[in-house]
Every structure is written in C-alpha cells, then in structure tokens.
C-alpha cells in the first residue's frame, strides 16, 4: 500500500525541516504551501518536488482539501508542518494500512503548549482523524476545528503524535484573534446566536470552570491554569466580537442583575473546587463531607 503525506503550512521555517524528516519514510509527500514569506519553501524542498503554492485561506481546510486531491497514494496521511510522527507511530501506521482492515484511523495527539507536553482538558487524548483512505475522506471546510470525514469504519491507533502546540502566548493571543475566533463567531452567527448580556460572563467562567476542575486541568500545575485562563479570554473575545457584529447594541444590566448572575457562577465555581477536592481526597470521611457540602452548596 502506497501512504501520500499531505501537509499544510505558513511561515513554518522553524518547524517544517522537523515535520518532513518524521515522514522522509513515506512513498510519498505533498506540501501544499500557504503563500509563505520566510524560507518554508526553499526548506520543504530538500523533502520533495512536490510544492503548491496556495493563497493563504483563513478557513485552513480549503487546502487541505487541495492537497488530497493532488495526492496519488492509496493511503493518506494528514499533517500540519508543526506536527510530527514519531517511530513507534510509523510503525504502526504501515502495518495497520497493510491490512486494510478501516477506512480511516484516528490518532491521539500529544500537545506540546509553552514547552511541556499537556496531559488533560482538551489538551489530552486529542483524537485526531488523520489517516484514511484517498477518496473516503474530506473537511467539510464550515469551521477551522472540525473534523476530518471519513466514509466507512474507522479505529484508533495506540501510538500517539507530537503536536508543536504554541512555543509563547503572543502566538496564542495570535492565533486566538486572526484564526480561530473569526471562525467560531461565523459559526455562532450561522446558527442565530443573538447576544445576550450575561454571556459576557457565561463564556469565560464555564469554559475556564470547565478546563480547570472538570477536566482536570489543575493536575498540569501552572501551565495548567494559565491555559485554562487563556481559554477564557478566547471565550470572552468571542463574545466581544459576536456584541461587536451587532454594532455593540447597547443593553442594559442592572448591577444586581449583574451580581446574580457572578453569584450563579461562583456557585458553579464552588462545585467543581468540591468536586476537585473529591477525586484527590483519600480520607474517606473527609470525601464523605465533601459530597454533603457540595450538595447543600447546590441546594443553597
């Protein structure tokens, strides 16, 4: 079986040389360049002539798209240029697509953010749908983090891939405002959001609720909560750019209106520190205590 390497880039000098040199094995690799202005094409070249020089598309999944259709391998392998496969995942993949046993394999995803490699929230497993079968799969190109559609059965692979996450939080902030915000205000506003004033707060302390004690984001320490802190300014930018889609409309919340509702969320704040203490707590009556205190705190 013959596996195709598609991957996306811009301005991926730094990261680039490392991305192709984990794929050198495959038969085939297809750069799909999104009209970079450092050397990302000059380097991509000491990996393969096969280089196509894109406009630089907001919605990503435009080109990849184009990359599969450029692809002639029977199997696909789906990248970014700071993404990299590591030995034991190569391993893998040939002799999963030797079999042909799927017509696609999802694969997880370890995210390497600010120098360390993130083990829960979003952060990990990460799945990712990246390897299939040419012709079975394709971006539905409607959002920046959507999934890959793959037609027929797919499985998961044991061995996970690297992901260059964010190397600095200007790149973050970045990303946040040029990329992924956009997207995710065109798909609210598709779906007839209308803003409403106590969002402003809804947004930010659910998802930084949600990361950071649900999810167990406090378990990777400061990167941890400063991530989870992160997400919630994203949250709020959303919103601040769904209010400003509506030519900032003015609205009118009282201050008591206002000292509700951060009194709803510091009880929702309230259950998850319980919840937190909960799943770390070994004393048994202590958690016995914690249980009753949460409820009461949900009753109250």
Same mark, same amino acid.
């Not at 559609?149 to 690297?162: C, F, N, R, S, W």
């Not at 941890?224 to 750019?241: H, R």
């Not at 707590?281 to 009556?285: A, C, Q």
């Given at each position: 079986?013959?596996?195709?390497?598609?991957?996306?880039?811009?301005?991926?000098?730094?990261?680039i040389a490392q991305c192709l040199t984990s794929v050198s094995w495959a038969d085939e690799i297809i750069v799909v360049d999104s009209s970079s202005t450092d050397n990302t094409?000059?380097?991509a070249k000491r990996f393969t002539k096969h280089i196509f020089t894109r406009p630089n598309d907001p919605m990503l999944n435009v080109n990849k798209n184009f990359g599969f259709?450029?692809?002639?391998? #029977?199997? !696909?392998?789906?990248?970014?240029?700071?993404?990299?496969i590591p030995p034991a995942l190569a391993r893998e993949m040939k002799e999963k697509i030797a079999k042909e046993e799927a017509s696609g394999y999802w694969i997880t995803r370890k995210n390497i953010i600010f120098g360390k490699w993130i083990t829960?929230?979003?952060w990990w497993p990460d799945p990712q749908l990246r390897l299939f079968r040419r012709g079975?799969?394709?971006?539905?190109?409607?959002?920046?983090?959507?999934?890959?559609?793959?037609?027929?059965?797919?499985?998961?692979?044991?061995?996970?891939? !690297?992901?260059?996450?964010? #190397?600095?939080?200007?790149?973050? !902030?970045?990303k946040m405002d040029a990329l992924y915000t956009p997207s995710e205000v065109a798909r609210l506003q598709a779906s007839g959001y209308r803003v409403v004033w106590y969002d402003a707060i809804r947004f930010p302390v659910s998802d930084f609720v949600k990361l950071y004690f649900a999810q167990g984001g406090y378990k990777d320490g400061l990167h941890?909560?400063?991530?989870?802190?992160?997400?919630?300014?994203?949250?709020?930018?959303?919103?601040?750019?769904l209010w400003e889609g509506e030519q900032f409309a003015e609205q009118e919340p009282t201050l008591g209106a206002v000292v509700r509702e951060l009194g709803g969320a510091g009880r929702d704040?309230?259950?998850?520190i319980r919840t937190a203490k909960i799943a770390n707590?070994?004393?048994?009556?202590v958690t016995l205590f914690l249980k009753i205190q949460r409820r009461l705190a949900r009753i109250f």
């Open positions: 079986m013959k596996l195709s390497v598609v991957v996306t880039t811009w301005n991926a000098e730094a990261k094409p000059r380097l259709e450029k692809a002639t391998g #029977d199997w !696909i392998l789906s990248l970014d240029s700071d993404e990299e829960h929230a979003i079975r799969g394709k971006f539905p190109e409607k959002h920046v983090h959507e999934y890959l559609q793959v037609e027929g059965k797919t499985e998961t692979l044991a061995e996970p891939m !690297i992901h260059y996450n964010y #190397d600095t939080v200007s790149q973050f !902030i970045y941890g909560l400063v991530l989870a802190g992160l997400q919630a300014m994203y949250s709020l930018v959303v919103f601040a750019k704040v309230g259950y998850w707590e070994k004393n048994p009556l």
